[in-house]
């Protein structure tokens, strides 16, 4: 039997960016493996910004509301087992490995009747499926990993809910230049009759109506019950550990919700999350609206306007419309508190329109870039470069992610640090802070 870091090492040398398999490949990979995904329920989250949370806030929720939950998510920020979660836990090395094993063969019989490898997502999408099952949980909440459409985790046959978070541009060589096309990929994962809540928020740096008349055909075609999201709540208030509102609703009544972040965003996150609850508790015979309130003020996520060690604030923000809404809530702390910011990017991210966003309003007094190691590196000195045609305070490239962190952190002095651009840097810090690097 392989060890966990032998699992570990074989899936790391399979390349993530590279041009999927055929969807039959990971269809043919789940025939192999007796259809483990069809064991369970499965709420399906895709989207451009926000899956992650909608998903760890409907985690939480089932949770609450007793049943027995697996949770399946992408990227991780330091452990791979981070994407298989049971019941709000990380899988076991053990668990982890054992289906690694099981995975594999049935990898290696395929590719001796001529069928290729599965990509390095598929790969671990069918771990994750297995594990679930072995594990007997009741549903799945699952994120998918690029697109929606051709994406692995559209192989689900039966999902319960589809779930659309915010759409705008990211990842466009793979999935299109504009809202329209974005959105017919992220709609793929709409199936024949199932109930889809989607994100109909404005955003002020594109009109979102475009990709909402693409989930609205897409939803037609496949008489799917379509509820869009986008009533804001009353009375928001701010408190240095999280946010409160007021909601008024037919399935929650009037209720005060309290969430443990401080990022706007989550604001909007929280009510998509909400009305998928609310959807599929009445499959479920109705959950308790008290519970569902109380559960999304318990959800946890880590690298999202996370205060991960006193006066530093971890955010995965890593494209346009992610840089926007961590602006949102950059601006208002920023009118009371003097704010820094570390930097960095990959290279096949809009890094320039995201810095040029970053400096427009003047609001930090330094700034540290910093980059990823690996084929998608964006060197510090180049980001650096570009902030200084735009920002008009201190620009420092350390390019050793640990020294720009010390640095950064030295430099705040009595005000805040954010830290932003890129999941990769929010992994990497929580691996500093612990220790581990």
């Not at 017919?184 to 989607?198: F, T």
């Not at 919700?257 to 499959?283: H, M, S, T, W």
């Not at 604030?313 to 926007?324: K, P």
């Not at 735009?390 to 390019?399: K, Q, S």
Request: charged letters at 25%.
């Amino acid at each position: 039997m392989l060890t966990f870091d032998e699992a570990c090492r074989y899936i790391d040398q399979v390349p993530r960016f590279t041009k999927k398999t055929r969807q039959e490949n990971t269809e043919n990979l789940l025939l192999r493996l007796n259809h483990p995904e069809d064991c369970f329920r499965v709420i399906h989250v895709a989207g451009t910004n926000g899956k992650g949370s909608v998903c760890a806030y409907l985690d939480r929720i089932l949770r609450e509301e007793g049943l027995r939950t697996g949770l399946f998510t992408s990227p991780h920020l330091v452990d791979v087992r981070e994407r298989f979660r049971i019941c709000g836990r990380m899988v076991s090395e053990e668990q982890f490995t054992e289906a690694f094993e099981e995975v594999l063969g049935c990898v290696r019989r395929m590719q001796a009747d001529g069928l290729m490898h599965p990509a390095y997502f598929e790969f671990l999408f069918a771990m994750g499926m297995l594990i679930f099952r072995q594990q007997k949980i009741d549903v799945c909440v699952m994120e998918t990993g690029l697109g929606g459409r051709l994406d692995a985790t559209s192989c689900v046959r039966h999902p319960d809910l589809s779930v659309i978070t915010s759409i705008s541009f990211d990842h466009m060589a793979y999935l299109g230049d504009t809202l329209g096309k974005i959105a017919y990929e992220k709609a793929g994962i709409i199936k024949k009759g199932v109930p889809v809540v989607a994100d109909g928020f404005p955003r002020e740096q594109f009109d979102v109506r475009e990709a909402l008349d693409v989930i609205r055909r897409r939803a037609q075609e496949q008489e799917a019950p379509l509820t869009i999201v986008s009533e804001k709540p009353a009375d928001v208030s701010y408190m240095p550990d999280g946010i409160e509102f007021t909601l008024n609703n037919r399935y929650y009544g009037h209720a005060h919700v309290r969430l443990p972040f401080f990022a706007d965003y989550q604001i909007e996150n929280c009510l998509i999350a909400l009305q998928a609850a609310a959807l599929f508790g009445e499959k479920e015979g109705c959950f308790h609206p008290e519970t569902v309130i109380k559960a999304v003020g318990m959800t946890r996520w880590p690298g999202r306007m996370e205060m991960i060690e006193p006066g530093v604030i971890v955010d995965g923000a890593h494209n346009e419309d992610g840089i926007a809404q961590f602006l949102r809530t950059v601006r208002r702390i920023a009118k009371r508190q003097n704010v820094s910011l570390l930097f960095t990017a990959v290279a096949d991210k809009e890094y320039q329109t995201m810095i040029r966003e970053l400096c427009a309003d003047g609001l930090f007094s330094a700034v540290v870039t910093t980059e990823i190691a690996g084929p998608r590196v964006a060197p510090a000195d180049r980001l650096a470069e570009i902030f200084r045609i735009y920002a008009d305070c201190p620009v420092e490239a350390v390019p050793d992610i640990r020294e720009a962190y010390r640095r950064a952190v030295a430099g705040k002095r009595d005000g805040l640090l954010f830290c932003a651009g890129s999941l990769y840097l929010a992994g990497a810090i929580e691996r500093i802070v612990r220790g581990e690097v």
